[in-house]
Antibody, heavy 121, light 106 residues
Framework: QVQLQESGPGLVRPSETLSLTCSVSGASIKTNYWNWIRQPPGKGLEWIGYISRSGGTKYNPSLESRVTISVDASKNQLSLKLTSVTAADTAVYYCAGGVDWKLFSAWFDPWGQGTPVTVSS | DIQMTQSPSSVSASVGDRVTITCRAS??????VAWYQQKPGQAPKLLIF???NLQSGVPSRFSGSGSETEFTLTISSLQPEDFATYYCQQANSLYTFGQGTKVEVK
């Protein structure tokens, strides 16, 4: 059973860099696509980006200039960096595995429990 | 960008009711749609993928239908554990979610 666990600081100052880690257990991080998704308080879900099995990345165009997703295979961990944060980046951040359909990573399962991040001075 | 518009934004229902939620895509997406259930304080859970395929372990009272731009999630007989918020998601061009539909107690 694949399990994901996000971790990182719960408070980030405006203009600084948000850094989160997702630890994956029950599967090798090299065998799947891995995603970051966020949810502002009381709002809907926003896909941030993914990293593929080969290490390629794809990001939401609205965040692309500020986002980096990477993998540390030795630790079986996924990471997210979001630069120049503002209050609009306050959200619960989830990591999620990609589910293949028709040879394409299309859906999200499983999900981590999520980690809340507040951007405030 | 492909926009996903859900309706209604909320629905009040009783246990045993049939509940239908609709999701409309801003352009043709074939059957590249999934549905998720999210309960307060929890991560979303995948229910339906490819518009009509039931994820393993999901009760058969959940079903999905539709294609092209119109999609539906149906709960045939609402159970107490089904009160939650439901989201559609498209995967035809990157990924976007609908704004959610909250199923509340009537």
């Amino acid at each position: 059973q694949v399990q994901l666990q996000e971790s990182g600081p719960g408070l980030v100052r405006p203009s600084e860099t948000l850094s989160l880690t997702c630890s994956v257990s029950g599967a090798s991080i090299k065998t799947n696509y891995w995603n970051w998704i966020r949810q502002p308080p009381g709002k809907g879900l926003e896909w941030i980006g993914y990293i593929s099995r080969s290490g390629g990345t794809k990001y939401n165009p609205s965040l692309e200039s500020r986002v980096t997703i990477s993998v540390d295979a030795s630790k079986n961990q996924l990471s997210l960096k979001l630069t120049s944060v503002t209050a609009a980046d306050t959200a619960v951040y989830y990591c999620a595995g990609g589910v293949d359909w028709k040879l394409f990573s299309a859906w999200f399962d499983p999900w981590g429990q999520g980690t809340p991040v507040t951007v405030s001075s | 960008d492909i926009q996903m518009t859900q309706s209604p934004s909320s629905v009040s229902a009783s246990v045993g009711d049939r509940v239908t939620i609709t999701c409309r895509a801003s352009q043709y997406i074939s059957t590249w749609v999934a549905w998720y259930q999210q309960k307060p304080g929890q991560a979303p859970k995948l229910l339906i993928f490819g518009a009509s395929n039931l994820q393993s372990g999901v009760p058969s009272r959940f079903s999905g239908s539709g294609s092209e731009t119109e999609f539906t999630l149906t709960i045939s007989s609402l159970q107490p554990e089904d009160f939650a918020t439901y989201y559609c998601q498209q995967a035809n061009s990157l990924y976007t979610f609908g704004q959610g539909t909250k199923v509340e107690v009537k």
